[in-house]
């Protein structure tokens, strides 16, 4: 990818929304963007498994943990999973883990920080609705472009 988002900001300024700094950086591919399928649910990760189980022909999954702390919503396996299956990257309002083994993954992977503890699993949330969190609104069928700088969204196609 030949993006950068500083770029993509100048040359859409007012086309895009920036997210504010709140996410590392921890998959092994640094840079991703992606028409946005949502998530919205609260430490519980089995609506993040069905969704990475479909193809993801090239989508970025944007998961609304809430913002929790408390457990991992993602872990080398479902990174494994989404990557195998044509995701382009996840950005998580919340946790992950197994971050080394991530790191090592072709797939961009931006998320608050990391927590060991596992998350449950009842089958609760929200599939496909606008989220908001870090300033902007992501809402499906939309843009996100990810880089070492940050997190744009744009209703549009940029690149």
Request: a negative charge.
């Amino acid at each position: 990818m030949s993006f950068t988002t500083p770029d993509l900001y100048d040359a859409h300024e007012k086309d895009v929304q920036v997210a504010e700094p709140l996410f590392r950086n921890y998959g092994g591919a640094g840079r991703f963007s992606g028409s946005i399928a949502t998530l919205r649910l609260h430490e519980d990760n089995s609506l993040v498994r069905t969704a990475l189980e479909a193809p993801g022909n090239g989508r970025v999954l944007v998961i609304d943990g809430g913002g929790s702390l408390r457990c991992a919503l993602v872990g080398d396996q479902l990174a494994v999973l989404a990557a195998k299956n044509g995701w382009a990257g996840i950005v998580v309002n919340g946790c992950i883990r197994d971050s080394v083994e991530i790191g090592r993954m072709d797939i961009g992977i931006k998320a608050l920080n990391t927590n060991p503890r596992k998350s449950v699993k009842n089958g609760a949330g929200d599939r496909d609705v606008p989220v908001t969190f870090a300033g902007v609104t992501f809402r499906p069928g939309e843009f996100v472009y990810a880089d070492e700088d940050g997190l744009l969204v744009c209703a549009r196609r940029l690149d």
